[in-house]
């Protein structure tokens, strides 16, 4: 492999595979580095990490990576020093990077008391090239889907019509389509059925404000704060004055409705 790129020093890109995504309590699986060097060249590494804790099942089943795979291998802390020196002197590249990778690295690394200063080194997120130069706004799917220019954008009319003629084609371009699901089994998730693009785009939603989601087994959790990935019904049981922080908070209406939902639900043994 060989690039084109002009450096003035290494370029690493990388990416993580983790127990999830919760950048202070998870930990990294498996890291994969490939190093752009300043003469053309490539050179690649990867090393696949016991976490010392156990991979959630939803996790592996995202990046194949269980328990059994890594139980025999070094933990970060164990070759951070060999993979601080293999990234010495790089700037750093990835997609998603700098809200995730980057984050998580100096995190795994400040844990494993290993230095590794990013303050001298540059930060190239693809994914914010990739959103900048290819806008996922309603023009660019119409241009997409439709082959056409929306003319009077962010009129009520314009807008509406062609978020209408959107779906259509989507509708069509992808019947028949399709994708590998959580499990990695084949299904085909848009259909011409309302119910089932509901299912698709709307069904985990618990509140519009997105303070509380579905976990995979269904429950509704908290998605922020201090009890974040917990249970609702827990959380109000076990901390009867949540309820009330939140009520008198400034938190949307629909949450608070929401939250209440659930309170009356448990206390009447409703599922």
């Not at 202070?24 to 699986?29: A, G, L, P, T, W």
């Not at 984050?103 to 200063?117: I, K, N, Q, Y």
């Not at 699901?181 to 998730?189: A, I, R, S």
Request: proline fraction near 3%; include cysteine; charge should be neutral.
């Amino acid at each position: 492999m060989a690039h084109n790129l002009k450096l003035r020093k290494p370029l690493a890109f990388f990416d993580l595979e983790t127990t999830g995504v919760n950048i202070q309590k998870d930990r990294i699986v498996e890291i994969s580095v490939v190093k752009a060097l300043i003469n053309g060249e490539i050179e690649s590494k990867t090393f696949l990490v016991n976490p010392g804790v156990p991979i959630p099942l939803e996790s592996s089943l995202i990046h194949g990576i269980y328990d059994e795979d890594v139980k025999d291998c070094p933990t970060f802390k164990n070759f951070a020093k060999t993979l601080a020196q293999f990234l010495q002197g790089c700037d750093l590249a990835g997609f998603n990077s700098n809200r995730f990778d980057v984050p998580m690295l100096v995190e795994e690394f400040l844990r494993a008391d290993v230095e590794f200063d990013i303050k001298n080194r540059r930060l190239v997120d693809a994914q914010r090239i990739f959103h900048m130069m290819e806008p996922r706004n309603l023009a660019a799917a119409y241009k997409f889907y439709c082959g056409k220019d929306l003319e009077n954008a962010h009129s009520a009319h314009a807008d509406t019509v062609a978020t209408f003629e959107v779906l259509c084609a989507q509708v069509e371009r992808y019947a028949g389509v399709k994708i590998k699901n959580d499990k990695g089994e084949l299904y085909e998730p848009v259909q011409n059925d309302v119910e089932a693009l509901h299912n698709l785009t709307a069904a985990k939603i618990v509140d519009f404000a997105n303070r509380m989601a579905y976990n995979s087994k269904g429950e509704e959790v908290i998605n922020f704060g201090k009890h974040n990935g917990k249970r609702v019904v827990d959380v109000l049981a076990q901390e009867p004055s949540y309820y009330d922080w939140m009520m008198k908070g400034d938190f949307t209406l629909d949450t608070k409705r929401k939250l209440t939902e659930i309170k009356m639900r448990a206390a009447f043994g409703k599922k």
